[in-house]
């Protein structure tokens, strides 16, 4: 009796079967704007210090230079460029994410335009065409959705783990690699995916920054490995030590989910824009701490009591009682501190990237307001906002005027879908410093003319370091 496909093998096929022409008009036209979005972000980050470690770090390789490396002018090896990109537009915490729960899991959250840098570099790899590279990126966020689907809500495992399929599908699809490569490819890749929560818990650390990039980078080393004939465990999904742990949820009909038809509302169809550096369920709640703050014209100390309500979800419940958020001790853990965040933005009246200068979040004033807020849950709250992660403040002054702002919906998050004004206007915003308007119009027009490209190298040209005159 023949042996029926694993799931991984049917994923292979899925990925390599599906046509340009299957993809909907407005998922590309998404892929597009998604595209501007992450390479804002890259660009926003090239003076944080985890990524000039990266960077540095990766210099000193002196790899064969294959790909483009955002704002960088040494090229690096493909993989290598992967690790600089990615780590590039995630360090900040402000790349796009996913709204509301998997309706068959549950599991929320997650970004994936992580993998946006491995579709830009295997594309420049195999001189792929523009509407490739769109079309990779489609199918990376919604193999990565399908990953979702997979994943238990409350699993010990982090949405990161998805990659380990997503980036070595993604990449293997580009370089034109054959299904049989690409199961490889994903198998390979896969094996050596499985990353923790614990990354992003408790004192938080670079690890979260750059856990989503090595896996990426491994994925397109994956890819590279399976073209030259290496082999990988194409049963992960069905062998009893494989991965069910990491996708527990129906794993044994892993295969039809991961090679389901392409549906007309595809996954990236359910990520919004982030409006501030911060994690997904801190959006609301800097937005309504700076609602507070325009309401009390600045004057803080006036607010005897400040009541913090947000949504009455498991995923909120754990980051409201977890001590490194709530005395966030590094970078990475402020960027993931409700406390330390709403603090921030009361009493600046402003929440950008110099928010976390000189580590604010030691700051004892700010210190001492954070330990005034009283943090509960509604299931009112959070079944008005549906699928956002929603926030409202009460505050009471010395007088006993009372001060009411309810943020459902933070800027950046529409049930229309991204806004293409507002995800140009956050690009223009946050590559003020270091790119010129020429430069940020060029990178723009590449993106948007990418579907009639026969290459994506004007797009990567526009990426690299305008020359002083």
Same mark, same amino acid.
């Given at each position: ?31 597009? $704007? ?23 770090? &990766? ?63 295997? @594309? ?10 769109? @079309? ?24 990161? =783990? ?26 390979? !890749?896969? %094996? ?14 670079? @690890? ?6 090595? /896996? ?6 994956? *890819? ?43 996954? /990236?169809?359910?990520? *919004? ?17 700076? %609602? ?12 005897? !009591? ?14 409201? !009682?977890?001590?490194?958020? /709530?005395?966030?001790? =590094? ?6 501190? &409700?406390?330390?965040? /709403?603090?921030?933005? $009361? ?28 943090? #509960? #849950? ?9 699928? !956002? ?31 293409? =004004? ?8 946050? #590559? ?8 940020? =119009? ?28």
């Amino acid at each position: 009796m023949p042996v029926p496909p694993s799931a991984i093998t049917r994923l292979a096929d899925w990925t390599v079967g599906v046509g340009v022409a299957d993809i909907a008009p407005r998922a590309t036209e998404l892929a597009k $704007l998604l595209l501007i979005d992450t390479l804002g972000c890259g660009f926003a980050a090239l003076d944080d210090p985890c990524a000039r470690g990266v960077l540095a770090t &990766l210099d000193t390789l002196g790899d064969r230079p294959q790909c483009t490396v955002i704002g960088h002018r040494r090229p690096m090896s493909a993989p290598n460029a992967v690790l600089a990109n990615g780590t590039l537009v995630r360090v900040l915490d402000l790349n796009d994410y996913v709204t509301g729960a998997d309706p068959r899991s549950g599991a929320r959250g997650g970004h994936p335009s992580d993998n946006i840098p491995v579709a830009l570099a295997a @594309a420049e790899l195999a001189h792929a065409a523009g509407r490739e590279l769109l @079309a990779g990126i489609v199918l990376g966020y919604e193999i990565y959705g399908r990953g979702k689907a997979l994943m238990e809500a409350q699993s010990a495992w982090d949405g990161v =783990s998805i990659s380990g399929l997503v980036a070595p599908a993604i990449a293997g699809r580009l370089l034109g690699l054959r299904a049989d490569q690409v199961a490889h490819a994903v198998a390979l !890749s896969a %094996a050596r995916a499985a990353t923790p929560v614990g990354v992003r818990e408790g004192g938080i650390s670079a @690890a979260k920054s750059v856990a989503n990039a090595l /896996i990426a980078q491994s994925g397109m080393q994956a *890819a590279l490995l399976a073209a030259n004939g290496l082999t990988g465990p194409l049963d992960l999904f069905e062998a009893e030590r494989g991965l069910r742990a990491v996708f527990a949820h129906g794993s044994e009909a892993a295969g039809d989910v991961l090679a389901a038809a392409l549906p007309g509302e595809s996954f /990236i169809m359910r990520v *919004a824009m982030k409006a501030y550096p911060c994690f997904a369920g801190g959006q609301s709640a800097v937005a309504a701490a700076l %609602a507070l703050h325009r309401l009390v014209r600045g004057d803080i100390a006036r607010l005897s !009591s400040i009541h913090v309500v947000l949504a009455d979800l498991p995923i909120v419940h754990r980051q409201m !009682s977890d001590p490194g958020r /709530i005395v966030p001790h =590094s970078r990475e853990a402020a960027d993931h501190s &409700l406390h330390f965040l /709403i603090a921030v933005a $009361l009493v600046d009246g402003a929440f950008g990237l110099a928010q976390f200068d000189n580590q604010r979040w030691t700051d004892p004033q700010l210190r001492a307001l954070m330990a005034r807020f009283v943090m #509960t #849950t509604d299931r009112d709250l959070t079944r008005r906002a549906g699928s !956002s992660y929603p926030c409202a403040i009460r505050a009471t002054d010395r007088d006993g005027k009372a001060y009411d702002v309810e943020i459902l919906h933070p800027p950046g998050h529409a049930a229309e879908g991204l806004d293409a =004004s507002a995800v140009l206007e956050k690009f223009d915003r946050v #590559t003020a410093d270091r790119l010129k308007t020429g430069q940020r =119009s060029r990178i723009v027009e590449a993106v948007m003319q990418l579907e009639s490209a026969h290459s994506c190298d004007g797009l990567l040209q526009s990426l690299l370091p305008e020359q002083a005159p």
